[in-house]
């Protein structure tokens, strides 16, 4: 039952949720923001084990590489002395109790009952054919896709032309 | 050290000898034992070396040679449980492909670059350090920066100041895995190779902000800002112009991407995108004429400004091998790889186009001015952006019209 895919699993779990709880609840805020970028690791990783090779690493790109970025640099430039002060949270306690034992019972039950997905177990796709998918198939939101980067890039490029002048 | 006058100070120097022999003899002892043991049994095995070395298959082994050949403290079984031999993952991804000559290819790169820069300048550059026109001097210098105290700023962040060399060493090192430098020498050949490649090319912003935060110092906080608008804003120009090689190859696997190039090298039809890879690999390895985070007449060091000592040499390293890397994509992806004619190991002929393209990269560092950062920004997003969508029509255009 305990096979590599199951500790990678259970590893790369705890490293989102953990990575997740920190960003949230550290008091240094640019801690909270790498945090987030580990998370966003962690989610690429679970990619990987789905099989979603492709999917693990455009997440990697366009999540650790850009939006991680564009948050941590914020957080930098706007709060260096900042530390938030530890409010009081009587009920946290509680509420992690009763989290836990929710999450518990729901990954109980999950795992007893003869839970499957709808659907076996998929082929898994390569880059090919997710693009073969994509131009033949799915051709219209491709088109309508392309229509947004292609405005984004004149705007882009619109904006650099009028800072120069 | 002075005179030893008591007990103590007597343990202190037999503990500190003690210490610098387990540092030195296995620098020394693990390479004669590599040479002397592990190597001659690997030759035993004939060329079928990825059978004899990465799966212990014992029949195999013992029809290949005569066990009592063999030395009897080393078997080849023994080799391969260890996980040594020519072709295992530990030698492949630590040694050869991999870091070690990586890392020696880089210190030689360095020495080439002071030499042939001095030489343009009307200058002797490095001498003294080895007899040959001091080729010894980037070792010398390792040695230098060995020895000299890690001082760490009293505000810097600890834990944050100290990553981000060992997270950009671990990032180079992991670049290189994605490079096939041969058809059948590699460390890894996955498909999304080029993929890879750009992902982990996409951390180093991040890396590099957080070690001019980190240093709790003006100049490597602007620094830092610096090299995050320059990489990001050239990372865009980056993989557009890999975009019309993978058009026209069908294909993100850097190995398959060479080996289609026995017609012709892709430089000739992507000679655009060629010169758009070239410059924006130019600006991710901070080089001149793209050394605005460094700047070092304006900001000291840039965002290495507080690094001293092998902290700031771990991250030299790192640099050098991704200039390695980048150019070793170039090489793949524009100048066919491994390709080249028959009668020697296909890897020379990549290691000899590398090198080349490896002094195209240092050569502009003699003549060019540094540019200022809102001319760095215009070029990046105006015409390297749009010289990247031509060159992704050309691909276009020859794909769908078959020429290619």
């Known amino acids: 039952m305990i096979d590599e895919d199951t500790i990678a699993f259970v590893v790369l779990s705890v490293l989102t949720i953990g990575a997740a709880l920190l960003s949230l609840e550290t008091r240094q805020v640019v801690y909270g923001a790498i945090a987030l970028a580990f998370s966003f690791l962690g989610i690429a990783g679970l990619f990987i084990l789905l099989d979603a090779t492709f999917v693990a690493l455009f997440q990697i790109i366009v999540y650790v590489g850009a939006i991680a970025v564009l948050i941590i640099f914020t957080v930098m430039v706007v709060t260096k002395e900042v530390e938030t002060e530890a409010k009081r949270e009587p009920f946290k306690p509680l509420a992690i109790g009763i989290a836990t034992i929710v999450a518990l019972a729901v990954g109980i039950v999950a795992s007893l009952s003869n839970l499957n997905s709808k659907y076996p177990v998929g082929p898994t796709y390569a880059a090919k054919d997710i693009g073969i998918q994509l131009t033949e198939v799915y051709y219209i939101p491709l088109i309508i896709l392309g229509l947004i980067l292609g405005a984004s890039v004149v705007g882009a490029l619109t904006l650099v032309r009028t800072d120069r002048n | ?404």
């Open chain 2, 1 to 404: 050290m002075g005179e030893i006058t008591t007990f103590e100070q007597f343990l202190v120097r037999v503990l500190k000898i003690v210490f610098w022999l387990l540092i030195i003899l296995p620098m020394i002892i693990l390479p004669i034992f590599y040479l002397v043991y592990v190597l001659p049994v690997e030759f035993q095995c004939g060329f079928n070396l990825l059978t004899c070395a990465v799966k212990p298959n014992w029949t195999l082994a013992i029809d290949m040679f005569n066990p009592a050949e063999m030395n009897p403290f080393v078997s080849s079984s023994f080799i391969s449980q260890l996980g040594l031999g020519a072709n295992s993952m530990l030698f492949k991804s630590a040694a050869f492909p991999g870091l070690t000559f990586a890392s020696v290819l880089a210190s030689f790169v360095i020495w080439g670059e002071r030499k042939i820069l001095a030489k343009m300048q009307y200058r002797v550059g490095p001498k003294y350090a080895g007899r040959l026109e001091g080729w010894l001097q980037s070792f010398a210098d390792l040695f230098k920066l060995l020895f000299k105290e890690i001082v760490i700023p009293a505000k810097a962040d600890l834990l944050m100041f100290i990553a981000p060399p060992f997270a950009m060493m671990a990032l180079s090192g992991a670049l290189l895995a994605t490079i096939p430098i041969g058809s059948s020498t590699y460390i890894s050949n996955s498909s999304y190779s080029l993929l890879i490649a750009i992902a982990l090319l996409s951390f180093f912003p991040i890396v590099t902000l957080i070690a001019g935060w980190a240093s709790n110092n003006k100049f490597s906080f602007i620094g830092a800002i610096r090299a995050l608008y320059q990489m990001i804003s050239y990372e865009i120009p980056l993989i557009l112009s890999v975009l019309g090689v993978v058009i026209l190859t069908h294909s993100l696997s850097l190995s398959v991407i060479a080996s289609y190039q026995t017609k012709i090298w892709y430089i000739a039809p992507m000679f655009i995108g060629a010169v758009v890879f070239f410059i924006t690999a130019t600006a991710e390895v901070e080089r001149i004429p793209f050394d605005i985070p460094e700047a070092d007449s304006e900001l000291v060091a840039g965002w290495l400004t507080e690094y001293t000592s092998m902290l700031f040499g771990v991250i030299n390293l790192a640099v050098y091998i991704k200039l390695y890397a980048l150019s070793a994509i170039f090489t793949l992806l524009f100048l066919g790889g491994w390709l080249g004619p028959a009668g020697v190991p296909d890897f020379v002929w990549f290691l000899i186009k590398t090198i080349i393209v490896l002094v195209i990269f240092i050569i502009p560092r003699g003549f060019f001015p540094r540019i200022r950062i809102d001319q760095l920004i215009d070029t990046g997003w105006l015409w390297l952006i749009g010289l990247a969508f031509v060159n992704v029509f050309i691909a276009f255009i020859l794909n769908s019209t078959g020429i290619l």
